[in-house]
């Protein structure tokens, strides 16, 4: 039996892995598993991205169901969930998926490969949620790149190496034609029960999400208007390109043809994924090695007061509230706040990252570690630590009119709104005297 397992894909049309399986296989049955590794580390059961991804899987089971299949759907341990489906296999059993390249997707895969090869079964797996993984773009000698900027150059060469025209045309933005097989899914006579929520002991989240398309106009627009956090200049589409609910071939098509800025944000993804394979100790290291020496002041209640959104820094403010009731903060907002908890409360940037982690619709281990490590000056291409934003300057930059400020913080101006929780100035150079010490 063929088995697709959805993962981080949750769409039909231009999967890689589902085309492949479709194509080469007649009676293809697809498979989702709610990973419980991963659900039992979640703290706050009305997470907001479980109820996504509950909402995503039971649309493309109806999907499925409608074209006279099914989509199975578990919970549980992905390797117990797999031993028992290949065991109960009269003959061998083929899994097909998408690649996943953070550190315990790879650990998962390499088990369950295992129990597959041990059973005369096989393995495959294809690129689909980046453009360039891995291996696909490195130095001349060999090695990853660890800058950006000639990093994207060569993303960029190897990309219009193959095109055709000025159109875009590349193969490597070519959509799978998944349609075509729609014959070959297995055929079913009754459909399969769906898990709820309840049963996975997770409540329905009130959040609503972001729509699955940004406007023509928004990503033409991109480049002048991302920065302003009190505009509608961004795509809000992370959470969809985290789960695969978008094709990253189609909107990076479509990204080079209306906005190149745009584009650059896609390949930072791809950056920040190899940056993660090829150097897994980020995810709890910095990548210079020098930055784990920095004693991190870690003041608890400025840590809360920075989570609850009351430093006294207005912009600071409102991106924390924003996150807090929304799940999303804007981009220039994300630096700010990163490089105040890192810079002046000398915080550690791994507990902003595991807040971040917590509460971002979007969250993306690749691109919040990178995030991060590059507001705290630790790592890869990293902004320098004598880098500290200002977040006044940054108010009267981005934010002038108070437009996002006050959609957040509508207390800000009022005696309501506290002091600063510490002086900018003293706070830059504490900063730079620390950091100076410590990896000197």
């Known amino acids: 039996m063929t088995y697709f397992w959805f993962r981080r894909d949750l769409r039909l049309y231009d999967n890689a892995g589902l085309y492949h399986a479709l194509k ?21 059961r009305s997470d907001p991205r479980v109820s996504f991804i509950h909402q995503e899987v039971k649309r493309l089971k109806n999907e499925l169901v409608q074209m006279g299949s099914d989509l199975l759907v578990f919970y549980g341990k992905p390797l117990e969930i797999w031993e028992t489906i290949i065991n109960s296999d009269s003959d061998s059993t083929k899994v097909v998926t998408n690649e996943d390249y953070e550190p315990y997707a790879l650990h998962r ?126 795509s809000r589409l992370g959470i969809h390109y985290r789960f695969g609910t978008v094709s990253i071939r189609e909107k990076a098509r479509k990204s080079y043809i209306l906005n190149q800025t745009y584009l650059s944000e896609l390949i930072w993804r791809d950056f920040y994924a190899q ?49 807090n009731q929304t799940g999303y903060m804007h981009n220039r907002v994300r630096m700010v706040v990163a490089s105040f908890l890192t810079k002046h409360l000398l915080i550690d940037w791994r507990k902003g990252e595991a807040y971040f982690a917590e509460k971002l619709l ?32 940054q108010l009267q930059k981005f934010d002038r009119e108070l437009e996002y400020v006050m959609k957040w913080v509508p207390e800000f101006g009022s005696p309501d709104y506290p002091q600063p929780i510490v002086d900018h100035k003293f706070a830059r150079e504490r900063c730079l005297e620390t950091y100076k010490r410590a990896i000197s």
């Open 275 to 323: 940056i993660l394979y090829h150097f897994p100790e980020v995810e709890t290291h910095a990548f210079r090695k020098k930055y784990d020496r920095i004693p991190w002041r870690n003041d608890e209640h400025e840590f809360k007061q920075w989570c609850l959104g009351k430093t006294g820094y207005p912009l600071v403010d409102a991106g924390m509230r924003e996150l």
């Open 24 to 44: 080469e296989n007649d009676n293809v049955q697809t498979v989702f598993i709610f990973d419980q590794n991963i659900l039992d580390e979640l703290k706050d």
């Open 109 to 234: 895969d390499h088990e369950i490969e295992a129990i597959l090869n041990i059973q005369g079964g096989s393995f495959e797996k294809y690129k689909d949620h980046l453009i360039f993984a891995k291996n696909e773009i490195l130095k001349k000698d060999g090695k990853p790149y660890t800058v950006f900027t000639p990093y994207k150059r060569k993303w960029l060469e190897k990309l219009n190496s193959y095109n055709r025209s000025k159109e875009s045309n590349s193969y490597y933005f070519k959509s799978y034609p998944t349609a075509h097989y729609k014959r070959n899914y297995h055929v079913i006579n009754k459909p399969s029960q769906m898990i709820s929520l309840q049963e996975m002991n997770f409540k329905r989240t009130e959040l609503s999400f972001p729509v699955r398309q940004a406007s023509q106009e928004t990503i033409k627009k991109y480049d002048v208007q991302r920065d302003f956090p009190g505009i509608n200049g961004t």
């Open 362 to 393: 979007d969250f993306d281990l690749a691109s919040n570690n990178g995030g991060w490590q590059w507001a705290a000056g630790c790592g890869t291409d990293a902004a320098p630590y004598f880098r500290i934003f200002n977040p006044s300057s």
